[in-house]
């Protein structure tokens, strides 16, 4: 497609998170400009960084890694050599009162197990080998077939349930394939009695990592400068209201201002909202059995309960991972570990990671409870006395994470197929716009390859992040 051609191409942008962001910026260097269009009143989505009183919080944690060089490629043409810090990865599991190593150690994981609970882990995964789980399409099946039952509920069942909120025998082996990938315990222990530095072939077990010194909204922040730059522009708490189509395509995004509703004509749409708000959002609305589909798609939400304590104070890893039943707090980010400019000096911030449902008990709790909630927790678990605490924050991110039940994936290709019949213009895109488990850089590569589908080019933007040989090689374009 020519230069000439791509000024019919008229391109609404709906979010401006790291997906969002990257086609604006993609379309800009095609000499394309877009309207953004984002509920909020700051770029990033959940990669934003937020600020409270000089303390900077990452949302979840986000390492700057991929086996997509155009994606690498990317970062490093937004942001100057000199924004990034390269960190060591260091992350362990917490149980029983012991710190696991992971990546898995043999010679750790063999002291804090002990010799008779390590055989019978090892027996575990042996058995697995003779016998596999019956159902392997499940987290559960999926988890216990590559590591033993026992090791499965040493080290993966409570962590997951606490992050979804229903036994893991109801989330989808889909969620395990994306987050641990190419791991089992027999390629864990090979790769922790073999020397090496920096191990790169299996994501999870990544050593060291990439990390913008102000956190991942520095990224998203540099990029709107520079979408602004090329003529595109970005419209802050202009929430979606409807889409009209007709004849196929969408021709036109209804927003909600402060002045009324505000219409924007297209040509395109790529979306990083909530794949089930955009089918909603269809204008003649779709029929009772594919809205039905949407309605099925449900969130997990995001609350970092944040202490400042001075810095001895703190740990050696980026995060922990608690593997008790006992508290509520899933994981524990030491946010001075990530960078030091995060932070301010003597101090560190310990963000505790709570994984809820909007609505409920803990997402209802107000912020000074869940501040108390949040020592007494460290206080139990015998990480932190509470009255190191000096300042303490909450942070609250709704639809972090798409539910990965049982009817997940037939509601999403229902809601698909109804859109390729009807707005065979829109592109899906990023985690929530896909309903897909993605990090930062699988998003922002549907994001890249959706904008060369309107330039011409015929990708299949659903592969990503899904195909076994695109987890475990790197891409050698």
Known sequence: MTIKDNQTIKPIIIGAGPAGLTAAYHLGKQG???NVLEADSVVGGISRTEIRDGWRFDIGGHRFFTKVPMVSDLWHEILDEGDFLLR??????????????????????????????????????????????????TFEGWTASRFGWRLYRI??????????????SEIQADWAAQRIKNLSLFKAVLNSLMPRRNQKDITSLIEEFEYPKLGPGMMWEKCHELIREQGSRVFFQNPVTSINHSNGKANEVITETSNGLEAFPTSHIISSMPISKLLLAMDPPAPKLVQEAAFSLTFREHITVALVVPENEGFPDNWIYIHSSDVKVGRVQNFGRWSPYLVKDGKTCLGLEYFVTEGDEIWNTPDTDLISLGKSEMNILGLLNPECVEESYVV?????YPMYDKNYFENVETIKAWLNENAENVFPVGRNGMHRYNNQDHSMLTAILSVENILGADHDIWSVNVEQDYHEEVTKT
């Open 396 to 400: 609250r991110m709704p639809k972090a």
């Open 155 to 168: 080290f993966f069942k409570t962590y997951t349930e606490k992050v979804w909120g229903v036994d893991a």
């Open 32 to 34: 394309v400009k877009s």
């Open 88 to 137: 060591p990865r260091m992350s362990r599991i917490f149980y029983k009162g012991r710190f696991y190593d992971y990546p898995l150690k043999a010679s750790n994981a063999l002291r804090n197990l002990g010799l008779w609970e390590s055989f019978l882990c090892v027996l575990s995964y042996l058995w697995v080998r003779v016998k596999k789980p019956s159902d392997v399409t």
